[in-house]
């Protein structure tokens, strides 16, 4: 019955299984990296080593490293317990890098982009001059060819026995970064667990996009040195992902299986950024009116009730009817994730643009999560930052208004509710790209104007 | 010369090339429909490329060879990544009935027996893997590892001394024997163990661990001086603050007072063997990825 080649031997050291480290369950390593290094019974994201995560994100075979002649230096001959050259040596036998990032150009299906990887197994994915200079080299890679540029980072910090030759990368990253946005290229930051110190206060959060994955920790202290500082529990989430989500100061955390979709999607929006002629989808429907005597007339209030009407389409809606491949972005990378204000990345037609607008909902407790559509600061900051990325990208940007005005509180006024809604109204006339609003439902007051000022304001009927 | 199906789809399975290999196989099931190697060979390399009907093929492999102990080992590696766990269970059983000396298909059928909840039968297989293959440090790992899952902490230490003395330089072994011995309530020798893993664990961002695993082991010792001599050692090294609160308690134990205020003894233990699971799981992890 059998042909008489064997199937091929397998070593017993080949069987291997991993106890979870968040629900204890015994993981089948093949289950687990089929898996993406996801534990398939609680969902925890088990940390990958720079190959791996590589293999995840970009085309097979399309990584072309350029990192090989960039070598760690010892500028201090340093030694704690054990002389700094010691430690690099051991690093670099565990890992098989010289340094503890790489940088290359590659692929994710198919659009070219530069990516430089930080590799935690490195002491520590520490920042010393080689890592710097990685960072550095990939960011003018980018520049000369002009592509976007993807960051993955996991570190703790600066590497410290470089004294403050590793300090000065923080500088050196920062500055690299900087001619980038000078120059209108896309970086993409995604900082995975665990991403701190130097490297988080420098080029990992300078991106266009700040993205991770579930569970990450981020921060710039170490939570023992806060807690140790201040001498209070930290509360159950601090500095994960989804606290900095919800804190405003990351765009999007997405779970693993999506992260490359979700970088393929943004690297597609950007291809054809800026590219405005034709692509616009056939217009349908009623034409719009620009002579008053064509209104109908209603009774005011009963207009009134209809713009405020709960069962009346929503931002979120009117951009699922008209817009494709939407991709939210969240945050004012400041303080807070104000759901009030929603806004992304859009397909209308073939044109990439920004829709943003004011969301409310029509339950009570979705009205109740959406503040009913009363922005705080950190909205109208959210909403502000998504427009300076559509005229970095020259995107045209599209919004949606329909609000009550601006919220009516303390926390608005401590953090400068009047200086939000000036600054927005006075960038938002001045952007060097088309902007378009739609009055949806209602617009109130100064709340209302923010997103509402610039070359075409249309309104829907009974709005 | 044409190669025949079977070699050419072992050749790209080998090179983990599997859609190549599964269609090379499926080539030669056309002429061969009941041959059981081309059965396992496209069972497996569908298991690979995470295909619904790899079990299929391999079920069908046992029909038609039920002698097989690697077709049914390969059965039972494909229910694994289905998460079938019981019936995982059964075809590695079949296979170790069939050859009794597969190391491997003992290991797998311990792990799924205790997945599927039966630590005792797991705990039987895989010290009969041990015995079968006495340097098999994968064997004897999982052997550790399900001692310690099932709780029994002398077993367990048993285990890890044997992996250590099988290879001296194995980090997550001595972190084993170290914690098992503070686990068992032996403090000098968990303060040795802790001692040599600071000097093989070569990663500098976990050196830290192996000093809190000796301060902890002097704190059950209540060998307060010595505790503070390496709590002062390790806050040196420890530029993320991790041992602040340690080194309060400490200091409030040896002069009475502190100049902040000292943590209890419970959150202290809670502290470190928070930080002894954190030196765990990077070691753990750098296994799989």
């Known amino acids: 019955m059998s042909s008489e080649v064997a199937a091929p031997p397998r070593p017993a050291q080949d069987v291997q299984w991993t106890k979870c480290p968040s629900c204890d369950a015994f993981v089948y390593h093949k289950r687990l990296k089929r898996n993406l290094g996801v534990c398939p019974e609680c969902n925890y994201h088990f940390r990958l080593g720079v190959r791996e995560r590589l293999a995840q994100l970009l085309d097979e075979g399309s990584f072309e490293d350029l990192s090989a002649s960039i070598e760690p230096v010892d500028p201090l001959s340093f030694a704690d317990s054990k002389p700094y050259s010691e430690r690099l040596a051991a690093a670099q036998k565990k890992t098989g890098n010289r340094e503890g990032a790489l940088y290359g150009a590659a692929t994710i299906d198919g659009n070219p982009l530069v990516v430089v990887i930080m590799d935690f197994a490195f002491i520590g994915g520490s920042m010393g001059s080689g890592v710097g200079e990685a960072i550095t080299r990939a960011a003018e890679l980018a520049l000369e060819r002009r592509l976007p540029l993807l960051s993955i980072s996991a ?3 600066a590497r410290m026995q470089e004294g403050c030759v590793s300090l000065m990368q923080l500088a050196k990253t920062s500055q690299a970064v900087a001619r980038l946005h000078e120059e209108g290229l896309l970086f993409i930051s995604l900082l995975v667990d665990p991403t701190y110190g130097g490297v988080s206060a420098s080029f990992a959060t300078l991106g266009d996009l700040l993205m991770s994955e579930p569970g990450s920790y981020i921060g710039f202290a170490g939570p023992k040195v806060i807690e140790q500082t201040i001498r209070q529990k930290l509360p159950d989430g601090f500095q994960t992902a989804e606290f900095l989500l919800d804190h405003g100061q990351l765009d999007l955390v997405e779970p693993r299986e999506n992260l490359r979709n979700t970088l393929r999607k943004i690297l597609a929006f950007h291809a054809d950024a800026g590219q405005r002629d034709g692509g616009l989808p056939e217009a349908s429907g009623a034409t719009p009116i620009n002579d008053p005597a064509q209104l109908g007339e209603g009774e005011p209030w009963e207009i009134v009730q209809l713009a405020r009407h709960i069962e009346r389409p929503n931002t979120l809606e009117y951009i699922s009817y008209v817009f494709d491949d939407f991709q939210e972005l969240a945050g004012d990378r400041l303080f807070d994730q104000d759901a009030a204000i929603v806004g992304g990345l859009a397909k209308l037609g073939e044109v990439t643009v920004m829709v943003l607008g004011h969301q409310k909902g029509h339950t009570t407790s979705e009205m109740m999560e959406r503040n009913f559509g009363m922005p705080n600061p950190e909205g109208y ?47 938002m006339l001045r952007f060097p790209v088309p902007i378009v609003t739609v009055v949806t439902g209602e617009g109130g007051s100064g709340g209302g104007l923010v997103l509402a000022v610039r070359d075409g304001v249309l309104m829907m009927e009974n709005s | 010369m044409i190669e025949a199906p079977a070699d050419a789809a072992k050749s790209f399975f080998d090179a983990g090339e599997f859609e190549q290999s599964r269609e090379a196989a499926l080539r030669g099931l056309a002429d061969q429909p009941d041959d059981a190697n081309l059965l396992r060979l496209v069972g497996r390399a569908s298991a690979e490329l995470t295909l619904p009907d790899a079990t299929t093929y391999l079920e069908r492999a046992v029909e038609i060879d039920p002698q097989s102990a690697d077709a049914w080992r390969d059965l039972g590696d494909a229910l694994l990544y289905e998460n079938r766990l019981r019936d995982a269970t059964n075809a590695f059983r079949q296979a170790v009935e069939l050859r009794p000396d597969d190391v491997a298909s003992l290991v797998q059928l311990a792990h799924a027996a205790y997945a599927a909840g039966d630590p005792e039968e797991a705990i039987s297989h895989i010290r009969q893997a041990v015995g079968r293959d006495p340097n098999s440090h994968g064997a004897r790992r999982a052997l550790l590892a399900i001692y310690r899952a099932a709780g029994r902490d002398d077993d367990a230490l048993a285990a890890a001394e044997e992996l250590v003395e099988s290879d001296p330089t194995d980090a997550l072994a001595v972190l084993e024997v170290a914690e098992l011995y503070l686990l068992l309530d032996h403090p000098v020798d968990a303060s040795a163990a802790f001692a040599r893993l600071r000097k093989i664990d070569d990663d500098p961002e976990h050196e830290i661990y192996a000093y809190h695993g000796m301060i902890e082991a002097e704190i059950r010792r209540q060998r307060w001086r010595r505790a503070l001599d390496l709590t002062i050692e390790a806050t040196r090294i420890d530029r993320l603050g991790r041992t602040t609160d340690l080194l309060a308690y400490v200091v409030a134990q040896v002069f009475g007072t502190s100049d902040r205020p000292a943590p209890s003894r419970e959150e202290i233990d809670r502290e470190l063997a928070s930080s002894r699971a954190e030196h765990r799981r990077l070691h753990e992890e750098s296994l799989v990825f």
């Open chain 1, 155 to 157: 570190s703790g910090g």
């Open chain 1, 381 to 427: 900051r959210k909403g502000l930052r998504l427009m300076r990325y559509a005229a970095k990208f020259g995107l045209p940007v599209v919004t949606l208004v329909d609000t009550p005005g601006a919220y009516p509180g303390i926390g608005a006024e401590e953090r400068g509710q009047s200086i939000a809604i000036g600054t927005s109204i006075m960038e």
